[in-house]
Every structure is written in structure tokens, then in C-alpha cells.
């Protein structure tokens, strides 16, 4: 069987290797595009998308338009993290609002019978190093996850087909159970 191939977009992040390698670890190919050199179809190359953290651009819908483009159009599971799940939630109208500076591991709430949550449990401990948070679910979506400082941890379109996380997932032990679930939703 071949392996599945996911591309995995870098909006600025400090953790690309360690991203990179959670999918590699579920058996998974990596390729890597910056946000503003992207393809412009996924033409079946890739079975997942996965959007990077960023640094606060969020609100450049004319930077980010050709990946919402990409986001919208792809036929395959997207998951965005942290900045990668504000550029999704701005796009579909969603609000971010400043919070208190998080970095390390805080506890978060979340849907256990959502598929993404399949290899944890009700409460899980992710990783944060931001102070920007969505404050609701987009139209089109729904939160799936809330903590002390985000309400909206973690989202789910109505669809299924994207999903995010406020928190790095690449971090943690909670974070990479996460990942195996969304793992799980492109390798079925």
C-alpha cells in the first residue's frame, strides 16, 4: 500500500520538523509549501492538508486569499493549528480577540465523540504559545473543544472536513494523540 502524502503548509512556524515528523511517525509523506508559494490544486497528490502556526497575520485575507482558496476547494481532510485555524476562522467570519501571553501545556475540554478526540479522553493537557484567541465557531462550524482562555479550543466544520486547534499539537503527548486521530481521518 503507498503511503499517504500530506501537505503540510508553513505560515512562519518555529515547529515545522516537529510537525512534520508527528505525521511521519503515523506513516505518513510530508511535503512542505510556504503559504505564499502554494499549488494551486492539490490534483490528487495528497490525501491531507495541514496548516502551520503563523505569526499574526490572520486578518490578511489578500496574503492568505489563495490558501482559503486552496483550503475551500481541496477534497481532502484539512486541519489547521493555531495560526493555521485563525486564518480559516477569519476567512469564514470568525473573531479573535487578544488574551493573556499562554506558552506551555494547559488543560483543555473536548468532544470525545468527535473522531479527531478518538485516542484521548475527555480532558487533555496541549501545548500554547499565543495570545490570540477565536472567541465563537464560525458560521459553518462548531467548537469541538473549549479551555479557561479559549473558548473555542478546537473546531470542526459542519461538513467535517476541517478541522483546528488553537494549540500546537505537535507538542505533548495529548497533542500527538490528537494527531493520530486526524491521522486515522485521511488514512481510512
Given at each position: 500500500?503507498?503511503?499517504s502524502r500530506v501537505l503540510v503548509v508553513n505560515n512562519?512556524?518555529?515547529s515545522l520538523k516537529q510537525l512534520r515528523s508527528r505525521f511521519e511517525e503515523f506513516g505518513s509523506e510530508t511535503e512542505v509549501a510556504a503559504a505564499d508559494a502554494l499549488p494551486a490544486r492539490l490534483d490528487g497528490r495528497y490525501q491531507a492538508v495541514v496548516l502551520s502556526g503563523t505569526k499574526v497575520r490572520a486578518y490578511d485575507g489578500e496574503f492568505?486569499?489563495?490558501l482559503i482558496d486552496l483550503v475551500n476547494e481541496a477534497d481532502v481532510p484539512v486541519f489547521g493549528i493555531c495560526g493555521g485555524m485563525q486564518v480559516i476562522a477569519v476567512a469564514a467570519g470568525?473573531?479573535?480577540?487578544e488574551g493573556p501571553q499562554r506558552v506551555g501545556g494547559h488543560r483543555a475540554e473536548v468532544d470525545t465523540e468527535e473522531p479527531l478526540f478518538a485516542y484521548v479522553?475527555?480532558?487533555?493537557?496541549?501545548f500554547h504559545r499565543h495570545t490570540l484567541y477565536l472567541q465563537e465557531a464560525p458560521a459553518g462550524f462548531r467548537?469541538?473543544?473549549?479551555?479557561?482562555h479559549a473558548p473555542v479550543e478546537f473546531i470542526r466544520s459542519e461538513d467535517g472536513r476541517i478541522l483546528g486547534s488553537q494549540?500546537?499539537?505537535e507538542f505533548r503527548s495529548d497533542g500527538r494523540e490528537i494527531l493520530r486521530g486526524f491521522a486515522r481521518l485521511y488514512q481510512q
Open positions: 500500500m503507498a503511503k512562519g512556524t518555529l492568505y486569499k489563495p470568525g473573531r479573535l480577540a479522553g475527555p480532558e487533555v493537557t496541549v467548537a469541538i473543544g473549549r479551555s479557561e494549540a500546537h499539537l
